[in-house]
Nanobody, 117 residues
Framework: QVTLVESGGGLVQSGGSLTLSCAVS????????MGWYRQAPGKQREQVAV???????YYDSSLKGRFTLNVDNAKNTVGLQMLSLKPEDTATYFC???????????WGKGTLVSVWS
């Protein structure tokens, strides 16, 4: 059983910042990639940022420069630092992980980020 637990969401004023955290626990798993997705009300889930272990980090082009992914491979955690937040960043943010050996994907339950202007 693999579990992803997010924290750090909340209500923030436009221009503010938030940092999300996600911890992966359980077994068995070997992380191939992990990162964050988000889903705004009435919209499809979209990729925010993903890091491939031992490889590159990919950002949604519209978010690069404001959002930074921080991965701690030793602790199996991933953080998302979000700066200069805008109302359009309002969404539920989901932690995501892909297992290396079986190719399975795992999701957290999500944490809500609300940005007001």
């Amino acid at each position: 059983q693999v579990t992803l637990v997010e924290s750090g969401g909340g209500l923030v004023q436009s221009g503010g910042s938030l940092t999300l955290s996600c911890a992966v626990s359980g077994s068995p798993f070997v992380i191939y990639a992990m990162g964050w997705y988000r889903q705004a009300p009435g919209k499809q889930r979209e990729q925010v940022a993903v890091s491939v272990r031992g490889g590159s980090t990919y950002y949604d082009s519209s978010l690069k420069g404001r959002f930074t992914l921080n991965v701690d491979n030793a602790k199996n955690t991933v953080g998302l630092q979000m700066l200069s937040l805008k109302p359009e960043d309002t969404a539920t943010y989901f932690c995501w992980m892909e297992d290396r050996d079986y190719g399975r994907e795992y999701w957290g339950k999500g944490t809500l980020v609300s940005v007001w202007s």
